[in-house]
């Protein structure tokens, strides 16, 4: 067991025993005399791996029928492009939800290939909520309503699935698309719900350079706009199983290892109720004293990434450095927000939490 | 000692004191505690592994000041279009070499950019040999060159940089871009002859999901096309130290190690002549023997990867099993071209090329 545990918000925790797998089979997958970075991505040892990956995500999540999934590399910020370039269509419009600087960063890369509509944004409480869906706004003829389900730097989250259809005059058929990156199979999610679901790997998923996307299979009719290079058109990935070129095969084979911990641990039902533990620790002890400060609404409030402040600012590098000396890691708020951050994703054990309440009990006590 | 060796054209063969040193670092890398693979790419921990890897790769291949080295995402695939949206520029020309299956694939996508002009071709001969410098054209206002220096299908190597101002009514500035990925590091060369160099680096650099970019600054200068997306904008990597999204970290990681491998080795001017007398071993056997056969012209055969068939196809099959229980892995031919395909990339060793050699003698003895 280490003695550690990170909290970095992305590349992140990976299971330990996920971790002690890949060591075990580096040089040798399975008696194939190969390590998996070695392999053929179109032989027969790789393409079992990508299969069961596949087939424990689509299980994991229940993903339906009517939906592709895709194995893509370039992040998140890859997908910002990607998105408009294949879904604005004719209608050239797109609606997006503003709630922090991922989602704002998703908005500025849209506008350069169409134009934007703000359906709501939580920018007048400074990003610290989920703009209730009484507040959403539907431009007529929009191609698409794209929101980010969690602000992985403000630690914004939304607890409830947007129903587009209960918006006064929108039309039900409008493909929601979701930025799933940092709360991504962290709960269950009804699929069917969503156009088009993203999510860079290295939060809940596996190691940095591989994104899921999860495609509603009629939208891989909308012809992409002209000049969308073939490796960002969904099409080239639908149509060649993930495979036009060389997938990111060692991140998918590090994302299937953590796709059988998931199940093991339950599934995404189970890992919800230990997520929820995980988060209420803090956020009852940030709560109940007045040393630690988290700004965001508490209805709104991230599972997966917990900003904080101390009251005394000029404190946080002494937190940092006592921190890392009981083993707490990476624990430094965003460079843009200050103060500090703890994400605390599916592979942060309990006990990690545990670790980190103890530690700031024990820092208050000394310092308040 | 493992006792496989892997034929793979790539993913591809790794060293395996690098597999070993990754398995040794796989929890807890350098006493802090976490795998590289849950860093914080923005911590100090990863940065020092990147600023290694990066300064290592600049000694090795001695990449002069006034080139940045780039990391990025997508395969050499999403070159193929990066290099049209960023160096196009205002004339919309290109001139490309034409030698193979990958620079076909670079000629097509480039043409959805821009005006493409085939400089030179090998298509009378089968694509088997490398266009002599005396058959290029170059066209009057072109903005780059590009060639593939290493066709990893067809097994046509350069052995020489094309000098463009020997080309008679070329300019002289005219930017040189190579497509470097099956034989990058594979021998020492000049980094000034070229205006950009890329590579994926799942043939000698590392895993797949990296790809190197080697770009002279002031192409930096060139307006990209409007509408190419952030993430495929050489600029957008090169004012972030490739750092403005996460990086592919493991991957880079792997590089790193591999990077060191191959300074111990000697450098490039040791490993090329390693690799000669690797290719050598085979090249010499096939041409000695009619029961097999390799259709390259001799002075253009790639030292990285040896296309070769059996006079007999039907014993295709049993030759595959038979090396494969020799422990001979992953030599089965491009499937659009069918036969063998031996790559010998910088991680194999001389004794998995005699060990082929070997099993090939036999294997002509017993059926020829």
Redesign the interface.
Known sequence: M???Y?F???????P?EV??Q??EE???WHG????V???????KEFMSIMDKTESTLRELADIPAGYKILFL??????Q???VP?NLLGESGKADYVQTGQWSEKAIN?AA??GSVHIAASSESDGFNSAPPLAQWKISPGTAYVHYTTNETIGGVEFQWIPDLSAIAGSDKTIPLVADMSSNFLSRPFDVSKFGLIYA?A?KNV?????VLVIIREDLLDVAP?S?T????RYKTYADNASM????????IY?MGLVMEWLKKQGGLAAIEQRNIAKARLIYDLIDASSFYHCPVNRADRSRMNIPFTLSDSSLDEVFLKQAQTH?L??LKGH?SVGGMRASIYNAMPLEGVQALAAFMQEFERNHA
């Open positions: 280490r003695k550690t990170n970095s918000a992305g590349p992140a925790v990976l330990e971790l002690e890949a060591r580096m040089l040798d194939s005399g190969m390590s970075m070695e392999m053929s991505h179109r032989g590399q370039g992040g998140a910020l890859s910002f492009a990607m370039m890369e350069r290939y860079g290295q596996g190691p940095a350079g591989l706009l000049g290079p073939t490796m960002y036009y070129n060389t997938p990111p095969t060692y991140a590090i083993g890691l990476q460079r």
